[in-house]
Every structure is written in C-alpha cells, then in structure tokens.
C-alpha cells in the first residue's frame, strides 16, 4: 500500500508548478520529482531515505484530488497511490521499490540495502514484516475511525489490534538483539519501521511490556532524517482521526 489517508483530505497552497514546467517546456536537466504527502506514513518512508543521504528532489506536494500535483500523478499512475517518484521518462512506485531504485541510481554513504545477499534478505525480511504486520492492521484501525457509525466493522478493528499486539511481542524479541531493524545499520526496513511504528504506538499503544520496542521507537525518533519527516508532518496532526497526541 503506497499512500495513507491524509494527503486526500488536507489542501494547501504550494508553488513551484509554473517554474517546473517552464524547465520541462526549455529541456533543462531536471532533478528526482516526489509526489508525496508529508503526513502519509508510506510518504515518510521515502523521505527518511531521501534525507539519509541528501538527495536533492522536487517536492509535488498532494496538496487534494484538485492540485496540479495530482492531476499529475493520475496520469503517471492510474492507482493515485503515493508516494511516486519520477525521474526522467522513469516513474517508480511503491515506497520499498523507491528506496531500492535510489540505492542503484543515487547511490550515497548511507547504504541502505547491503551488497552482501544474506543481510539484504535480512533487510527485506523486516520490511515486508514492518509493512505487513505493523502499517496494515494500523491503517486498518485509523480508516475504520474515519468510517461513518453504519459502515463500521468492529471485528476487524479487534483482530487488528491483535495482530498489532502479536506483533510487539514478536519485535520485541528481536530487538532484544539489535540496535536498528536487521542488525547493527539503518537499513529499508528502519525507513519504513519509523513511520510504521510512530503512528501505530498512536493507534495502538506499544506498552510497558515491550521496552525494547519503546527504545526501538525512540532511537527512530532521534534519527535526524526521521526527526525531519516528523517535523515537517506537525501542521497536519490535527487530521489524526483518532486524536494526535503532544508527545513526539
């Protein structure tokens, strides 16, 4: 799942376009393009990877169905799923997949996927488990929030909540062992664990009983390409259909 709910709901004004534009219609050299939303988890996937190694980009910020940005994205990608990155005649989707093609095409000191192919299962491994387990049955809970009373499903809310609970315990574990998601380096999977268990300690309380899943978060947070992502989301807080809360 590329996009999350907030970028449908939130306009703003942004600039930019007409310049853009301009430099497309002169044939100048253009740089990486992110459609994106700044509060959407997935979003800030693809940014913490983007700021661990400074790589310069042209923000076409989702600003609502309307904005320029997303008429845009619709005719790369019929889905309107976000984040989507363009570069050159090149569109990538998929946050995971964004992350690998910057690693082959932008390469930087911060390797994010190992060369060695047993740590870079390794890596793989926690993403599809950070996405899958913790991002899925979060957004499961906030989208039934957002439901009318009648269209609710209850059910689904609490097999969420187990699976978020089932979850915890089993990272718990795991981080027992380690300082980021697949080892002793921030790798893909602390990109999307950042965000992915930000939001869900929101939606679903981590809990005293799983403290190295609390240290876990907390070094996220005090990563500084993560501390950006977060800040830049502060505006939109107030669109967290279950209540957003001062900390973090």
Not at 50 to 75: H, K, M
Request: hydrophobic residues 45%; glycine residues 6%; aromatic residues 12%.
């Amino acid at each position: 799942m590329a996009s999350s709910i907030w970028g449908a709901v939130v306009r703003r004004e942004r600039s930019g376009v007409p310049e853009a534009a301009a430099r497309r219609r002169q044939g100048s050299p253009m740089a990486l393009q992110l459609f994106f939303h700044p509060f959407s988890s997935y979003c800030q996937k693809a940014l913490v990877a983007l700021y661990e190694n400074a790589i310069p980009f042209e923000a076409r910020l989702l600003d609502g169905p309307d904005c320029p940005a997303s008429r845009e994205l619709a005719g790369l990608w019929p889905m309107k799923r976000f984040p989507v990155l363009v570069d050159g005649d090149r569109t990538v989707i998929e946050a995971s997949c964004i992350i690998e093609y910057l690693g082959l095409s932008r390469p930087g000191p911060v390797r994010l996927i190992p060369d060695d192919p047993q740590a870079a299962l390794e890596v793989r491994t926690m993403d599809r488990f950070f996405d899958n387990y913790v991002a899925t049955p979060q957004q499961k809970i906030v989208f039934d929030a957002l439901r009318p009373e009648g269209s609710r499903d209850p059910y689904g809310v609490v097999q969420a909540r187990e699976m978020l609970d089932t979850a915890y315990a089993w990272l718990d574990k795991v981080m027992a062992q380690r300082e980021w998601a697949a080892g002793d380096r921030f790798s893909l999977a602390d990109c999307g664990a950042a965000p992915f268990l930000f939001y869900a300690d929101w939606t679903h309380a981590i809990g005293e009983a799983h403290p190295h899943v609390i240290a876990y978060r907390r070094r996220l947070l005090a990563r500084p390409s993560f501390a950006r992502a977060v800040n830049e989301a502060r505006p939109y807080r107030g669109f967290f259909p279950l209540g957003a809360p001062d900390r973090d």
